[in-house]
């Protein structure tokens, strides 16, 4: 089992900045993506940032330049740092870990979700 401790968020106005931390325990393998989602009232949830273990990140194109994602790989820590937030960034922020099997199975974990709320 993975647990993940979210925290960050809350109410900023657009063009203003937040950073989102998630902090991992448990049985994390060597192989995994930990990475940011997003899901808006009414719409499917979707990614936002991931980062490999081996350093690899990937974004949502809406997103490419404004934020960036990291991690602390001693302490099992993501960081998303969001720049220049517009107000169609509102929704709620979820951390996942992915922990990957050599068979090429996976297995996701998540965490409870921190509100992002950007004003116009």
């Known amino acids: 089992q993975v647990q993940l401790v979210e925290s960050g968020g809350g109410l900023v106005q657009a063009g203003g900045s937040l950073r989102l931390s998630c902090a991992a325990s448990g049985s994390i393998f060597s192989i995994n993506t930990m990475g940011w989602y997003r899901q808006a009232p009414g719409k499917q949830r979707e990614l936002v940032a991931v980062i490999t273990s081996g350093g690899i990140t990937n974004y949502e194109d809406s997103v490419k330049g404004r934020f960036t994602i990291s991690r602390d790989y001693a302490r099992n820590t993501v960081h998303l740092q969001m720049n220049s937030l517009k107000p169609e960034d509102t929704a709620v922020y979820y951390c996942?870990?992915?922990?990957?099997?050599?068979?090429?199975?996976?297995?996701?974990?998540w965490g409870q979700g921190t509100q992002v709320t950007v004003s116009s």
């Open positions: 996942n870990l992915c922990n990957l099997y050599y068979t090429g199975r996976r297995h996701d974990y």
